[in-house]
């Protein structure tokens, strides 16, 4: 008996020792997140706006924090799709897919300055004064994923026959476009075109129509495969993180999470046209 009991005993402590290493094998594999941000032509401002908001977060996780800006919508939403990244600061319509297809939890508002609207700018001196005038014209959208861009500008559109429409990688190259006279509009978020029509030297343009639906803000969104206790410790060391940290990358640690139901309900009308979109006129029913 009692050789028997000290071979069970044995056994028992060689399964614990097994057990206790494995543990600490795992406790030793570090975390890695992959955290996704749109970034159309500020890669390196991006990567230095991050940088402290990755240091803090990687320590309070004891995660490895990779950043990967993606500098196109296409880009952003391909990510979403494959679930590559497991937090995303998303602009609105790239928030509402992930939200409403891809099991993305949205956690924190992103700021935003004023109502943000869409709207379709034509050049100063253009002919065009409604916007049932663009039947039949050339039109310059966003990409899909954008709000602004592409979503609510469709959605009024909903309707008409134009004669194609071209798809811009940048809210920038919108304007471009149009000052160049490829396009007889161009869609864009009223910010956008602030801050990008001082760039283009002696190109003016006004405003065709704007939308009176405000766009709702972007947010800040938890990937569906990341742990439900880690993405709680991640909104607990958001909520509380420093506010210049906080500053550094834009969102607001003690608002409600953005309700995307009207969004989503945009996107899936737009969804239900989408495959007509390439044709020659284009007709958009």
């Not at 506010?243 to 607001?252: E, K, M, Q, S």
Request: charged fraction near 20%; glycine fraction near 6%.
């Amino acid at each position: 008996m009692s050789s028997l009991l000290s071979r069970r005993l044995f056994i028992l402590q060689m399964l614990l020792l097994i057990t206790a290493c494995a543990e600490e094998e795992t406790s030793n594999q570090q975390l890695e997140l992959v955290l996704g941000v749109i970034s159309y032509e500020e890669g390196k401002q991006t990567l230095e706006r991050f940088a402290r908001f990755r240091n803090y977060l990687g320590e309070k996780l004891r995660a490895i924090i990779q950043l990967e800006p993606a500098f196109s919508q296409n880009l952003a939403l391909e990510r979403i799709q494959n679930r590559d990244w497991s937090l995303v600061f998303a602009p609105a319509g790239l928030a509402a897919i992930a939200s409403a297809n891809y099991q993305y939890l949205p956690i924190f508002p992103l700021q935003i300055e004023g109502a943000s609207r869409s709207i379709f700018v034509v050049r100063k001196d253009s002919h065009l004064r409604q916007l049932k005038d663009l039947q039949g014209k050339v039109v310059a959208l966003g990409q899909p994923g954008s709000a602004a861009g592409y979503y609510y500008p469709l959605y009024h559109l909903y309707g008409f026959t134009l004669a194609s429409i071209l798809f811009s990688p940048t809210p920038k190259t919108v304007l471009e476009w149009v000052a160049q006279g490829k396009a007889a509009a161009g869609t864009i978020s009223l910010e956008e075109f602030n801050l990008y029509k001082t760039q283009l030297g002696a190109a003016e343009f006004r405003i065709l129509f704007s939308s009176s639906q405000n766009v709702p803000p972007g947010a800040v969104l938890i990937g569906p495969n990341v742990e439900r206790n880690r993405q709680e410790r991640i909104r607990s060391y958001m909520k509380n993180a420093p506010p210049n940290l906080v500053a550094d990358v834009g969102y607001l640690p003690n608002a409600d999470a953005p309700n995307y139901q009207d969004m989503i309900s945009i996107v899936k009308r737009v969804t239900s046209i989408a495959d007509r979109l390439n044709a020659k006129p284009v007709r958009l029913f």
